[in-house]
């Protein structure tokens, strides 16, 4: 072959390995791209996991849910099976608040700006805010519908104006009450979207709200008149085995951070056009049922992380 019609060869062949990188790198990955903190239900584990998908820190607990990384190094906080725990940075207790209800069942906690925590008790049916002397400072009394002792609240949280939005999970709704306990909303039966045993919610900076629907296996998100504006469900990703849909955390640049009780990963990143980012199943671990990524600015007391 003559040389000056090798050139034209060599040129289409770096090409297309030029085009084949640029595919690879825009492939979606198959394990961790951030450092995150996460809590597994039915192994008992709450994990500090490292961008490299090592394990760095490990907390015992029976059936852990709702988990927190608090900022400046202030430690990881997260509801089990009777309470709260917080273990400081360097894995140390540093505060724990037990329910006296040996009945009682805990699966919501949330930092707040005064130093407060929010919990949620199944027993009771009621919100309390607890001060770091494990003082309950403020109680709100939430009924059900349904008389379910474990499937009460799952995720509840207060809002910076003083609301409180409940995930009902026994119910299938999500309820936004004021502080004295009055319904202002009620959100559910929204056509297309199965709820069964919902489990988190969201109030966004806009104003909307996301939801994961549970066995319903949808993320949802719907504007203050509860019209769906983002959706995300099994046949969006056929990639994905989604199992029970639990905990969600809505990252600054608009993607959407999901684990999974069930499924064939126990952690996924996908974009509002609903692209795989990246997904990933813990070796050692059973049922990821909360999470928040550690590599996010903002305080999560304050509300500034949408988990």
């Not at 002397?133 to 709100?140: A, N, P, S, T």
């Not at 004295?180 to 909303?185: C, I, L, N, Q």
């Not at 045993?197 to 900076?205: D, E, F, G, M, S």
Request: net charge negative.
């Amino acid at each position: 072959m003559k040389l000056k019609h090798f050139f034209p060869l060599i040129m289409i062949a770096c090409a297309f390995a030029l085009i084949n990188e640029a595919h690879v790198e825009a492939a979606e990955v198959d394990g961790p791209k951030r450092p995150f903190v996460c809590a597994d239900f039915a192994k008992g584990e709450v994990n500090v996991v490292g961008a490299d998908g090592v394990i760095k820190q490990t907390f015992k607990a029976q059936n852990p849910n709702d988990v927190w990384a608090l900022p400046d190094g202030g430690g990881v906080l997260f509801a089990w099976r009777r309470g709260v725990k917080l273990y400081d940075k360097d894995g140390k207790l540093a505060f724990e608040w037990t329910s006296p209800d040996e009945k009682d069942e805990i699966h919501t906690c949330q930092p707040l700006a005064d130093g407060n925590i929010l919990i949620a008790q199944n027993g009771p049916s009621r919100l309390i805010e607890v001060n770091r002397d494990g003082k309950i400072v403020k109680e709100v009394a939430v009924k059900s519908t349904r008389d379910d002792l474990h499937m009460r609240f799952r995720m509840c949280r207060k809002l910076p104006g003083g609301n409180y939005l409940c995930m009902i999970s026994c119910d299938n709704e999500i309820r936004e009450i004021d502080p004295e306990g009055k319904t202002v909303r009620t959100i559910k039966d929204l056509p297309g979207v199965e709820m069964a045993k919902p489990h988190a919610v969201i109030r966004l900076a806009n104003g909307n709200t996301l939801f994961s629907t549970g066995a319903g296996c949808m993320a949802v998100e719907v504007d203050k008149n509860d019209n769906i504006v983002w959706k995300l469900d099994r046949t969006d990703l056929p990639g994905i085995e989604m199992g029970f849909m639990t905990g969600l955390t809505r990252l600054p640049n608009g993607n959407t951070v999901i684990c999974f009780y069930q499924g064939s990963h126990h952690v996924i990143e996908v974009t509002p056009q609903k692209e795989l980012v990246w997904k990933w199943r813990l070796p050692t671990q059973e049922s990821l049922v909360s999470i928040q990524l550690l590599d996010q600015d903002g305080d999560a007391s304050k509300g500034e992380i949408f988990k």
